[in-house]
């Protein structure tokens, strides 16, 4: 792997690629807005109840992602989802 780009790298990156294939420009509050709104995307209504499941099965549940951590605890506060982890 040694590749490591932390995720906030990746999405703008995505987004710049984006916006060069379709020939759309962006100013950089709206770059700014788009990747702010990436972190507090809503769950899919089927997690909490597989979260739920797995709590009271006794797993205790953790997040793992390439983000950084203050980005993990802002998606899953945003997803209202941080009351299942550790």
Do not use: W
Request: hydrophobic share 40%; net charge positive.
């Amino acid at each position: 792997m040694r590749n490591y780009r932390d995720f906030s790298v990746c999405s703008r990156q995505a987004l710049e690629f984006a916006c060069l294939s379709f020939g759309v420009r962006l100013s950089a509050d709206e770059t700014k807005k788009i990747l702010e709104a990436t972190e507090t995307l809503p769950a899919f209504p089927e997690v909490r109840d597989g979260l739920e499941r797995c709590q009271a099965a006794g797993f205790r549940l953790f997040a793992f992602s390439n983000g950084s951590r203050e980005a993990v605890r802002r998606g899953l506060h945003g997803a209202a989802l941080e009351v299942y982890f550790q």
